[in-house]
């Protein structure tokens, strides 16, 4: 069963705007985590938040976190053609270490299309 | 590709042959993974292993079978494939300094 979903499923933006995606998730976690697709690759790891943690800053990414709406937003700003790619949220389902990595389950993912 | 191979990385097979592919890491890293990427089901978890001859099952691990003789390479066997089972295969790892996933450049898989 998915843990996390993503929204929107699809978004499209002209370079220089904005772009949010939006995770939901079920079930208490101890961290939430957000990972990117380029076309044809492997995930890449972006950023993660624990669930002590309201909000996050890594370069252009921000991800806020509210555990008691059980969901958490990734915004990219001043977005670029080059961030054009699909974007997973990964929840820790069974962390046999306090906000560990050791199984995780990820939503459907949003794909972003940034247009020049 | 975070010290990560995938062999092979493309494959066709036919139904009921059965069908082995390799995951290999250089960096001794102790969790592996193996999960299948169909559109509209995301990323789901097939088996995972936490050191060597130590594997349990995910969400989707019906249908295949794992082992892990060595602490560098995690086997992910479909013992008789079927058309169900057409999908991109990506292995992962726990590293870096967070402790999160890293992930191969997976193999496409086509069952006929």
């Known amino acids: 069963s998915q843990q996390g979903e993503e929204d929107p499923q699809a978004l499209s933006i002209q370079e220089g705007e904005n772009a949010t995606m939006n995770c939901s998730y079920k079930?208490?976690?101890?961290?939430l985590q957000w990972y990117r697709q380029n076309s044809g690759r492997g995930l890449v790891h972006l950023i993660l938040i624990r669930s002590n943690e309201r909000e996050k800053h890594s370069g252009r990414l921000r991800v806020t976190l509210d555990t008691s709406k059980k969901s958490s937003s990734l915004l990219i700003t001043a977005s670029r053609a080059a961030d054009t790619a699909s974007y997973f949220c990964?929840?820790?389902?069974?962390?046999?270490?306090?906000?560990?990595?050791?199984?995780?389950?990820f939503g459907k993912g949003t794909k972003l299309t940034v247009n020049p | 590709d975070a010290g990560i191979t995938q062999s092979p990385r493309h494959k066709v097979t036919e139904t009921g042959t059965p069908v082995t592919l390799r995951c290999h890491q250089t960096?001794?890293?102790?969790?592996m993974y193996w999960y299948r990427q169909d559109p509209g089901h995301g990323l789901r978890l097939i088996h995972y292993s936490y050191g060597v001859k130590d594997t349990d099952k995910g969400e989707v691990s019906d249908g295949y079978s794992v082992s892990r003789s060595k602490t560098e390479d995690f086997l992910l066997t479909l013992e008789s494939a079927t058309s169900s089972q057409t999908s991109v295969y990506f292995c992962?790892?726990?590293?870096?300094?967070?402790?999160?996933?890293?992930f191969g450049p997976g193999t496409r898989l086509l069952v006929l």
């Open positions: 960096e001794n890293h102790r969790y």
């Open positions: 079930t208490s976690i101890n961290n």
């Open positions: 992962a790892t726990i590293q870096g300094p967070q402790e999160t996933q890293y």
């Open positions: 990964a929840t820790d389902v069974e962390g046999l270490i306090q906000g560990g990595s050791e199984k995780l389950v």
